[in-house]
């Protein structure tokens, strides 16, 4: 157990609707990372937060994708009009210092089936 | 970041050693070598990182060739619950997104 949650773990939606993930991550880290993973294939980095800021997206982030996180805390990552091309596992990583680097704890993510 | 080059999957027996290699070829004097594993069903965890001497953890060994240009994950005794996909990733700076390739599918066999 990382101390990284996300909710839900799994969700099954139909193409065209919206859904939201939740990331709580381990408390008082100020960066957050959202990832996605499609079957076979590495995480692809998303987005990345400091704080309450978005500093950085990946061009993967579509304008069907947004992503928040109020008062720098929990951040939720939400599609729009989903695609079938969405379902993927969502994950969301906060950085722990180790040996004079940052590396990063991962959370469970959320696998996402659109139909 | 660099790129690396991992194989697509290594079998081993259980609680045989396991090295799993990495090369990266094109990697510059400032970059990490960071090690990640996926579990089924879980996201990727942490395993070691290291610049240019030989790492050691509680979980496993990094060996780093004298050039930087491959690496060496070592499992000194390898348990079913090694499975895992492993990740060889570089990093340029101390913080940041990571850059995942398509890792090594370890088999492990009872």
């Known amino acids: 157990d990382t101390g990284v949650s996300q909710d839900p773990r799994h969700k099954i939606t139909k193409r065209g609707q919206n859904v939201t993930f939740r990331c709580d991550p381990i408390?008082?880290?100020?960066?957050l990372y959202w990832y996605r993973q499609t079957l076979g294939q590495g995480p692809e980095f998303l987005t990345y937060?400091?704080?309450?800021?978005?500093?950085?997206k990946s061009r993967l982030l579509s304008d069907r994708f947004s992503a928040e996180r109020p008062k720098g805390s929990f951040s939720t990552l939400e599609i729009q009009r989903t695609e079938q091309g969405d379902s993927a596992m969502y994950l969301c990583?906060?950085?722990?210092?180790?040996?004079?680097?940052?590396?990063?704890?991962f959370g469970p993510g959320t696998r996402l089936t659109v139909l | 970041d660099a790129k690396t080059t991992q194989p697509n999957s290594m079998e081993s027996n259980e609680e045989e050693p396991v090295h799993l290699p990495c090369n990266h070829s094109?990697?510059?004097?400032?970059?990490?070598i960071h090690w990640y594993r996926q579990l089924p069903s879980q996201g990727p965890e942490y395993v070691i990182h290291?610049?240019?001497s030989n790492v050691n953890n509680r979980m496993a060994s990094l060996a780093i060739a004298e050039d930087r240009k491959s690496s060496t994950l070592i499992l000194h005794r390898a348990t079913l619950r090694d499975a895992a996909v492993y990740y060889c990733?570089?990093?340029?700076?101390?913080?940041?997104?990571?850059?995942f390739g398509q890792g090594t599918i370890l088999t492990v066999h009872p």
């Open positions: 408390s008082e880290h100020n960066r």
């Open positions: 290291g610049l240019t």
């Open positions: 094109t990697i510059s004097g400032t970059d990490y």
């Open positions: 990583a906060t950085p722990a210092r180790v040996s004079g680097t940052d590396t990063q704890y």
């Open positions: 937060f400091q704080n309450e800021a978005q500093l950085e």
């Open positions: 990733i570089l990093r340029y700076t101390s913080y940041g997104k990571l850059t």
